[in-house]
């Protein structure tokens, strides 16, 4: 279980980061260059709210893979096995 609880965290995260460092990196160095409009930089705060989305979503994707774990331990002593 503690697996499936891993593979639903891993897009999560990967996306967490991805959408931070194109609101934070990318628009900004690309409107400062001249490559983007400066409309673009509208698109931060859209981005930075669905990043926050993302977090709360892997904290409890996270908090529900670590009990998925425990829930085996009282199981099985070596779950990794």
Same mark, same amino acid.
């Given at each position: ?13 990967v996306?967490?980061?991805m959408?931070? +460092?194109i609101?934070? #990196? ?6 400062m ?6 409309s ?6 859209? +981005?930075?709210?669905?990043a926050?989305?993302?977090? #709360?979503?892997?904290?409890v994707v996270?908090? +529900?893979?670590?009990?998925?774990t +425990?829930?085996?331990?009282n199981?099985?002593n070596?779950?990794?096995?």
């Amino acid at each position: 279980m503690f697996l499936q609880w891993f593979w639903i965290y891993f897009p999560i995260v990967v996306t967490f980061g991805m959408t931070l +460092l194109i609101a934070h #990196a990318l628009i900004p160095s690309l409107v400062m260059t001249g490559h983007l409009p400066e409309s673009t930089q509208k698109l931060r705060i859209p +981005l930075t709210g669905f990043a926050v989305l993302l977090f #709360a979503a892997g904290v409890v994707v996270l908090v +529900l893979g670590v009990n998925a774990t +425990l829930d085996v331990r009282n199981v099985w002593n070596r779950f990794l096995i």
